[in-house]
C-alpha cells in the first residue's frame, strides 16, 4: 500500500471514529451523580438545575464552537469522578458518568 493510501486511511479512521463523539447518543447515568434525570435536547440551565452546581470544567471543540462538554464533580468524598454533558449548540445531546477524568473535546 502507499503511504498516500496508508494516510488516507488513517485520516478517513480518525474522522469516523470522531463523527461517533459528536452523534446525539443515549444517556448513561447513575442515581449517585443524578445524571440519569438528564434528557437530550435540554438546556443548560435544565442540566445545571439537576446537578445543583456549575460544571467544574468546560472543553469546547477546537474545530466547531457549537460543541461543549462540560464535566460535572459528583462523589468527591469517596474519589472525584466526573458526569460528562456534552451539548450542540446549548441543547444536550449526550451525557456520562463514572469518569475519572474531566472531559476533552
Do not use: W
Given at each position: ?7 488516507f486511511?488513517a ?21 449517585h451523580s443524578l445524571s ?18 456549575p460544571?467544574?470544567?468546560v ?8 460543541f461543549v462538554c462540560r464535566s ?16 450542540e ?13 474531566v472531559?476533552?473535546?
Amino acid at each position: 500500500m502507499t503511504r498516500t493510501a496508508t494516510l488516507f486511511l488513517a485520516v478517513l479512521g480518525i474522522v469516523v471514529g470522531l463523527s461517533g463523539c459528536i452523534e446525539k447518543g443515549p444517556i448513561r447515568g447513575s442515581i449517585h451523580s443524578l445524571s440519569y434525570q438528564l434528557r437530550v435536547d435540554m438546556t443548560l440551565e435544565d442540566v445545571q438545575q439537576i446537578m445543583g452546581r456549575p460544571p467544574s470544567h468546560v472543553s469546547v471543540a477546537p474545530q466547531n464552537a457549537l460543541f461543549v462538554c462540560r464535566s460535572y464533580l459528583y462523589d468527591e468524598m469517596l474519589s472525584a469522578k466526573f458526569v460528562h454533558v456534552t451539548f450542540e449548540d446549548n441543547l444536550v445531546i449526550s451525557a456520562s458518568d463514572g469518569h475519572r477524568k474531566v472531559c476533552k473535546l
